[in-house]
């Protein structure tokens, strides 16, 4: 039975018209999965990362390999001021995070996409009443990604497992809401999306969101039909909030199932995104800082199994190096171990 119990009354009638539509317009479920479920990860870039050896990246790349992944996602390049590549300042400071992890990925023969600026005040932001206020954020955090963009690709371009851009600003279902402040988020992917394609025509554009159930599914739908109807995105990573308890596994299936019709009607590629962890702080739990560890292998074998079911492009993890690889505690191994006795990710 469907957990109403995080949606709100307004949006029931929709909720259950949508339990309808699913066994309509999903797709067939896969006799078994396959033999490498995960395809890719998210890597989100720390200062720690800045003072990696080769070992260090060489240990991580061998956990992608095991794993058979064939896709990375550099969640930022730039976290607030702090830059993950070669600067023109930083010629002699050797081999930063961003070039280590191409020169690793071409060999390997990985995919990557390259995420931008993210600010960490991206939430406040975007939450302030004044939509004037809200634009003129966008419009300055928009300028500072096409500068990084413009800045970066004369270097990439010589990485053949560079194949594209991913953008930091992950969208919700609370602040989008009314119809000016939608207009506004839709206006800068669609300038956004267009300056990068314009800039680099074959490198592939992805942004992500997710649902904090505030909305119904066929909202959800609606609204993400609209946002690709104004960008030139190719692809959607569509989180799945089982780690942070956004959604729990009884209606996740609802918005994954609204995402996909939503992405079929537009012709683009659905990435779900399955988080290894659960969240034990930060908020809404309490008001320590956010802390999470690798989660149950069951509970991720289902999500996996629905994230399977509607992706059309892979699915991805987040993330592999914090929660299921060699480097990030007992834990993490164990979940590493666990998948690997699971799937055979590599074929010998």
Same mark, same amino acid.
């Given at each position: 039975?469907?957990?109403?119990?995080?949606?709100?009354?307004?949006?029931?009638?929709?909720?259950?018209?949508?339990?309808?539509?699913?066994? !309509?317009?999903?797709?067939?479920?896969?006799?078994?999965?396959?033999?490498?479920? !995960?395809?890719?990860?998210?890597?989100?870039?720390?200062?720690?990362?800045?003072?990696?050896?080769?070992?260090?990246?060489?240990?991580?790349?061998?956990?992608?390999?095991?794993?058979?992944?064939?896709?990375?996602?550099?969640?930022?390049?730039?976290?607030?001021?702090?830059?993950?590549?070669?600067?023109?300042?930083?010629?002699?400071?050797?081999?930063?995070?961003?070039?280590?992890? =191409?020169?690793?990925?071409?060999?390997?023969?990985?995919?990557?996409?390259?995420?931008?600026?993210?600010?960490?005040?991206?939430?406040?932001?975007?939450?302030?009443?004044?939509?004037?206020?809200?634009?003129?954020? =966008?419009?300055?955090?928009?300028?500072?990604?096409?500068?990084?963009?413009?800045?970066?690709?004369?270097?990439?371009?010589?990485?053949?497992?560079?194949?594209?851009?991913?953008?930091?600003?992950?969208?919700?279902?609370?602040?989008?809401?009314?119809?000016?402040?939608?207009?506004?988020?839709?206006?800068?992917?669609?300038?956004?999306?267009?300056?990068?394609?314009?800039?680099?025509?074959?490198?592939?554009?992805? =942004?992500?969101?997710?649902?904090?159930?505030?909305?119904?599914?066929?909202?959800?739908?609606?609204?993400?039909?609209?946002?690709?109807?104004?960008?030139?995105?190719?692809?959607?990573?569509?989180?799945?909030?089982?780690?942070?308890?956004?959604?729990?596994?009884?209606?996740?299936?609802?918005?994954?199932?609204?995402?996909?019709?939503?992405?079929?009607?537009?012709?683009?590629? =659905?990435?779900?995104?399955?988080?290894?962890?659960?969240?034990?702080?930060?908020?809404?739990?309490?008001?320590?800082?956010?802390?999470?560890?690798?989660?149950?292998?069951?509970?991720?074998?289902?999500?996996?199994?629905?994230?399977?079911?509607?992706?059309?492009?892979?699915?991805?993890?987040?993330?592999?190096?914090?929660?299921?690889?060699?480097?990030?505690?007992?834990?993490?191994?164990?979940?590493?171990?666990?998948?690997?006795?699971?799937?055979?990710?590599?074929?010998?």
């Amino acid at each position: 039975m469907l957990s109403l119990k995080r949606l709100g009354k307004k949006v029931l009638v929709e909720v259950f018209l949508c339990m309808l539509l699913v066994p !309509l317009s999903a797709p067939a479920q896969p006799e078994s999965l396959p033999a490498a479920p !995960l395809q890719g990860t998210f890597i989100q870039l720390n200062s720690a990362h800045r003072h990696w050896v080769e070992d260090d990246w060489k240990r991580l790349f061998n956990d992608f390999q095991s794993l058979g992944l064939s896709q990375l996602i550099l969640q930022w390049t730039v976290y607030e001021d702090t830059v993950f590549y070669l600067s023109a300042e930083e010629r002699d400071k050797g081999t930063p995070p961003l070039e280590a992890i =191409l020169q690793r990925a071409d060999a390997a023969g990985l995919r990557v996409r390259v995420g931008l600026v993210y600010d960490p005040q991206y939430w406040e932001k975007i939450g302030q009443r004044g939509i004037a206020s809200v634009s003129a954020y =966008l419009r300055q955090l928009r300028y500072r990604s096409l500068r990084t963009a413009r800045e970066l690709l004369p270097r990439l371009i010589a990485h053949p497992s560079f194949c594209g851009w991913y953008i930091p600003e992950e969208i919700d279902d609370v602040n989008w809401l009314e119809p000016e402040r939608r207009q506004v988020l839709f206006e800068h992917f669609a300038e956004l999306t267009a300056a990068l394609k314009q800039l680099a025509p074959q490198a592939e554009i992805a =942004l992500s969101g997710f649902s904090n159930a505030n909305t119904s599914p066929l909202a959800f739908e609606k609204f993400y039909r609209g946002l690709l109807q104004a960008t030139t995105a190719e692809v959607v990573l569509l989180q799945d909030g089982i780690g942070v308890q956004k959604l729990d596994l009884e209606n996740l299936e609802l918005y994954l199932a609204a995402m996909r019709r939503a992405v079929d009607a537009h012709g683009r590629d =659905l990435q779900v995104v399955v988080e290894l962890f659960r969240q034990v702080e930060g908020q809404p739990l309490d008001d320590q800082p956010f802390k999470a560890i690798p989660a149950p292998f069951s509970r991720i074998r289902r999500q996996i199994e629905l994230a399977s079911e509607y992706s059309t492009a892979g699915v991805m993890a987040f993330s592999v190096p914090d929660y299921m690889s060699s480097s990030a505690g007992p834990e993490a191994q164990r979940l590493l171990q666990h998948y690997l006795k699971t799937f055979s990710a590599v074929e010998n």
